[in-house]
């Protein structure tokens, strides 16, 4: 894929945590000139000081995704391009750990032009602070920066590495820019010194349960952020500023972005000597506060800077609000703003509806698939932007919908199909992906949802062929065919074992009906897929034994564990997500299940007073299993006032959908795209 290019490192470094490297070619334009890129963790690229990129897309353990970029060049045009690179070498899920580099070649046409490992010179960026504290458990490092340590150019190496280049089939990100004009708020904050312990402060970075973390010694890191900013008294009320804005110590402004988005932060100033400043974002004002008692990550840059100067985020974040406070110096703001890096999505349909409500979540919906479908599926920009399964069979539907085409879907589902984790048992699938799983989790259904999306994928795109999974598919069924008991049930599968954000989560162990009812289901498409009578007759024994146990009378039992005698005892335990995950996976099928439909369409709903013995749902998955089923009954209308009970505070707050109901974990979550299909299916548009 690279005819002249060699993968390079700033020499020595390649193998250490959290280095910041800057890779610079100075070469003469053509009329067709493309970048061709990709390297282990995440490149910011410019031309001519210009953002024109940011990458790559994550690949498998081995495999590396090559980046096109179009350059908009003149022939004999003078340009400089430069990657701005991080070598994080550490366990995350927005990427896999592996020794760092990059690749890249500049193409006039098809000469190259320019290459690693002949025309790149190398330079350390010290600017950047190395041993500082991890972003979030899911995500690399926070970063520090001191404008006043200068980057120093530094040897590069070519390295011997046994990397697979693919094509990058999923679009590139684009780049623009958000400009905000006035401040939100300008005011003052007092400084309240706290004993409060940064390792104790956010379970989810630092919490006992995360002994995996790569992280650095605590006494060899200097400033915490997080600790500075947990200092701070302050309540920021609506008093609009224009923009210059100017800022003295224990001052600070808050910006408001049009809807809650992805992007760089970026800032022009003029800075008295040595000022020092925090910059501070989330996806939220609670109370007048950036409410950072409530985060997953540490949402805080330290900036030390001096003089007329710009800063621009390496790593792409979360946010609808951002905020500048002045620890020492003084600070004149001339331009904040975002340097978005969203999916393109250039063929959203129109929506033909006049209920503005409705067209408020569209939109919504809308801006979530911009904000988490960049290189692969993600969860969410902020803590995390991991490619998660089961999320992903709702995420990958609204993207087909959108944009009518598996470009996406075609990177993300072969990440999977080439990862083989060592620290998984054997043929499973990883819960998320491409991302590292030391401490060996997983969660098994989740491998399952894979085989029900991968069912999908394959009418998405009609030349998948599905003999290129039958290896996986029957390695994943060996797995759960271990796990099977003397009935033929799963019980007690090892992992974190998933249903629902919902207390039905709470009885996940022993024999859990909603997974066997998955279970069923995944027995009856491989079994399609491979014409192989025994799956077949495997699942439908397996459908008769959950409705033989499971099922009442009226309602599905979530539940059974073994008895004093070792015999397997169904418990009273009913979950609403049960239900749905009866009808959606074909076990309650048949005029049987008539009268249980029927009080799942008409007693249940969003906000409902009846059945308050059963669990209700949450967002992930009942919600959505819900509206699919709904939009398979026809039940349109109701669905129309459920989707506005569910989801219209959402869009009205943040201008997008968040991953629970309730304005806790994140605003804006891929998954949520889903209202798309449904909308447009209502509607009229598909």
Same mark, same amino acid.
């Given at each position: 894929?690279f005819?002249?290019?060699?993968?390079i490192?700033? &020499?020595?470094?390649?193998?250490?945590?959290?280095?910041?490297?800057?890779f610079?070619?100075?070469?003469?334009?053509?009329?067709n000139?493309?970048?061709?890129?990709?390297?282990?963790?995440?490149?910011?690229?410019?031309?001519?000081?210009?953002?024109?990129?940011?990458g790559?897309?994550? %690949?498998? &353990?081995?495999?590396?995704?090559?980046?096109?970029?179009?350059?908009?060049?003149?022939?004999?045009?003078? =340009?400089?391009?430069?990657v701005?690179?991080?070598?994080?070498?550490?366990?995350?899920? $927005?990427?896999?750990?592996?020794?760092?580099?990059?690749? %890249? #070649?500049?193409?006039?046409?098809?000469?190259?032009?320019?290459?690693?490992?002949h025309?790149f010179?190398?330079?350390?960026?010290?600017?950047?602070?190395?041993?500082?504290?991890?972003?979030?458990?899911?995500?690399?490092?926070t970063?520090?920066?001191?404008?006043?340590?200068k980057?120093?150019?530094h040897?590069?190496?070519?390295?011997?590495?046994?990397?697979?280049?693919?094509?990058?089939?999923?679009?590139?990100?684009?780049?623009?820019?958000?400009?905000?004009?006035?401040a939100?708020?300008?005011?003052?904050?007092?400084?309240?010194?706290?004993?409060?312990?940064?390792?104790?402060?956010?379970?989810a970075?630092?919490?006992?349960?995360?002994?995996?973390?790569?992280?650095?010694?605590?006494?060899?890191?200097?400033?915490?952020p997080?600790k500075?900013?947990?200092?701070?008294?302050?309540?920021?009320?609506?008093?609009?500023?224009d923009?210059p804005?100017?800022?003295?110590?224990?001052?600070?402004?808050?910006?408001?972005?049009?809807?809650?988005t992805?992007?760089?932060?970026?800032?022009?100033?003029?800075?008295?000597?040595?000022?020092?400043?925090?910059?501070v974002?989330?996806?939220?004002?609670?109370?007048?506060r950036?409410?950072?008692?409530?985060?997953?990550?540490?949402?805080v840059?330290?900036?030390n800077?001096?003089?007329?100067?710009?800063?621009?985020?390496?790593?792409?974040?979360?946010?609808?609000?951002?905020?500048?406070?002045v620890?020492?110096g003084?600070?004149?703001i001339?331009?904040?703003?975002?340097?978005?890096?969203?999916?393109?999505?250039?063929?959203?349909?129109?929506?033909?509806?006049?209920?503005?409500?409705?067209?408020?979540?569209?939109?919504?919906?809308?801006?979530?698939a911009?904000?988490?479908t960049?290189?692969?599926?993600m969860?969410?920009?902020?803590? #995390?932007? %991991?490619?998660w399964?089961?999320?992903?069979?709702?995420?990958?539907? $609204?993207i087909?919908?959108?944009?009518?085409?598996?470009?996406?879907?075609?990177d993300?589902?072969e990440?999977?199909l080439?990862?083989?984790?060592?620290?998984?048992?054997p043929?499973?699938?990883?819960?998320?992906y491409?991302?590292?799983?030391?401490?060996?989790?997983?969660?098994?259904?989740?491998?399952?949802?894979?085989?029900?999306?991968?069912d999908?994928?394959?009418?998405?795109? &009609?030349?998948?062929?599905v003999?290129?999974y039958?290896?996986?598919? =029957?390695?994943?069924?060996?797995?759960?065919?271990?796990?099977?008991?003397?009935?033929?049930?799963?019980?007690?599968?090892?992992g974190?074992?998933?249903?629902?954000?919902?207390?039905?989560n709470d009885w996940?162990?022993?024999?859990?009906?909603?997974?066997?009812?998955?279970?069923?289901?995944?027995?009856?498409?491989?079994?399609?897929?491979?014409?192989?009578?025994k799956?077949l007759?495997?699942?439908?024994?397996?459908?008769?034994?959950?409705?033989?146990m499971s =099922?009442?009378?009226?309602?599905?039992?979530?539940? $059974?564990?073994?008895?004093?005698?070792?015999?397997?005892?169904?418990?009273?335990?009913?979950?609403?997500?049960?239900?749905?995950?009866?009808f959606?996976?074909?076990?309650?099928?048949?005029?049987?299940?008539?009268?249980?439909?029927?009080?799942?369409?008409?007693?249940?709903?969003?906000?409902?007073?009846?059945?308050?013995?059963?669990?209700g749902v949450?967002?992930?998955?009942?919600?959505?299993?819900?509206?699919?089923?709904?939009?398979k009954w026809?039940?349109?209308?109701?669905?129309?006032?459920?989707?506005?009970?569910?989801?219209?505070?959402?869009?009205?707050?943040?201008?997008?959908?968040?991953?629970?109901?309730?304005?806790?974990?994140?605003?804006?979550?891929?998954?949520?795209?889903?209202?798309?299909?449904?909308?447009l299916?209502?509607?009229?548009?598909?």
């Amino acid at each position: 894929m690279f005819k002249k290019a060699l993968p390079i490192w700033l &020499r020595g470094l390649e193998n250490e945590k959290n280095i910041q490297a800057k890779f610079v070619a100075r070469f003469k334009g053509g009329k067709n000139t493309v970048l061709k890129i990709t390297g282990a963790t995440f490149y910011k690229i410019s031309l001519n000081d210009k953002i024109v990129h940011y990458g790559p897309s994550p %690949a498998a &353990r081995g495999y590396a995704r090559v980046d096109m970029v179009m350059l908009d060049t003149v022939p004999n045009g003078e =340009y400089t391009l430069t990657v701005e690179a991080a070598g994080y070498n550490c366990y995350s899920y $927005a990427s896999v750990k592996q020794t760092s580099y990059v690749i %890249a #070649e500049i193409c006039d046409s098809e000469q190259v032009i320019a290459w690693t490992g002949h025309d790149f010179k190398g330079y350390r960026v010290n600017s950047r602070e190395q041993k500082v504290l991890r972003y979030s458990f899911q995500r690399h490092f926070t970063e520090i920066w001191n404008t006043s340590v200068k980057d120093t150019e530094h040897p590069t190496a070519v390295l011997e590495l046994n990397i697979k280049f693919l094509k990058r089939r999923a679009p590139l990100p684009d780049i623009g820019f958000e400009t905000i004009r006035k401040a939100y708020c300008k005011d003052s904050f007092t400084v309240k010194p706290n004993d409060l312990a940064v390792p104790d402060f956010q379970g989810a970075v630092y919490g006992k349960d995360r002994c995996d973390v790569d992280l650095f010694p605590f006494d060899e890191i200097g400033e915490k952020p997080i600790k500075l900013f947990s200092e701070l008294e302050y309540y920021a009320e609506n008093k609009p500023c224009d923009l210059p804005c100017s800022l003295n110590t224990n001052e600070y402004a808050v910006f408001e972005c049009k809807a809650n988005t992805c992007g760089l932060l970026s800032l022009k100033y003029s800075a008295s000597p040595s000022t020092k400043l925090l910059i501070v974002f989330d996806e939220k004002l609670r109370d007048g506060r950036f409410h950072c008692a409530s985060w997953e990550s540490f949402n805080v840059i330290e900036l030390n800077t001096s003089g007329k100067g710009s800063f621009t985020s390496f790593e792409v974040y979360g946010f609808k609000y951002f905020a500048v406070f002045v620890l020492d110096g003084s600070l004149e703001i001339n331009e904040a703003g975002v340097i978005t890096v969203l999916a393109p999505l250039n063929n959203i349909p129109t929506l033909n509806c006049d209920d503005e409500e409705i067209l408020r979540i569209y939109d919504a919906a809308c801006q979530s698939a911009r904000c988490n479908t960049l290189g692969i599926f993600m969860d969410c920009p902020t803590r #995390e932007r %991991a490619g998660w399964l089961c999320d992903s069979y709702f995420t990958s539907q $609204a993207i087909y919908t959108l944009d009518g085409n598996t470009d996406l879907e075609d990177d993300f589902i072969e990440n999977f199909l080439y990862a083989d984790e060592q620290w998984l048992p054997p043929g499973m699938l990883p819960m998320c992906y491409p991302a590292d799983h030391p401490n060996g989790n997983f969660i098994p259904q989740w491998a399952m949802w894979y085989i029900l999306e991968l069912d999908q994928y394959k009418d998405r795109n &009609r030349s998948v062929s599905v003999g290129n999974y039958r290896f996986l598919s =029957y390695r994943l069924l060996e797995y759960f065919e271990s796990h099977e008991n003397e009935l033929g049930l799963l019980e007690d599968l090892d992992g974190w074992n998933f249903v629902e954000w919902s207390k039905a989560n709470d009885w996940t162990a022993g024999i859990n009906f909603p997974t066997n009812m998955l279970y069923c289901k995944i027995l009856s498409i491989i079994g399609t897929w491979y014409n192989d009578d025994k799956l077949l007759k495997k699942s439908d024994k397996l459908k008769q034994r959950i409705i033989e146990m499971s =099922y009442d009378g009226c309602f599905f039992r979530d539940q $059974a564990l073994r008895n004093s005698e070792n015999t397997p005892q169904v418990l009273e335990h009913i979950s609403e997500v049960c239900q749905y995950y009866a009808f959606m996976f074909e076990v309650a099928d048949g005029d049987r299940f008539d009268a249980l439909r029927h009080v799942l369409i008409t007693e249940f709903s969003t906000d409902r007073a009846f059945h308050e013995d059963i669990e209700g749902v949450d967002a992930l998955m009942g919600m959505y299993m819900r509206m699919e089923l709904l939009l398979k009954w026809g039940h349109h209308e109701q669905l129309i006032g459920e989707v506005k009970s569910f989801f219209g505070h959402m869009a009205s707050i943040t201008g997008t959908l968040w991953e629970k109901k309730h304005m806790t974990n994140s605003l804006n979550h891929g998954f949520t795209s889903y209202l798309t299909v449904v909308l447009l299916r209502i509607f009229g548009g598909i």
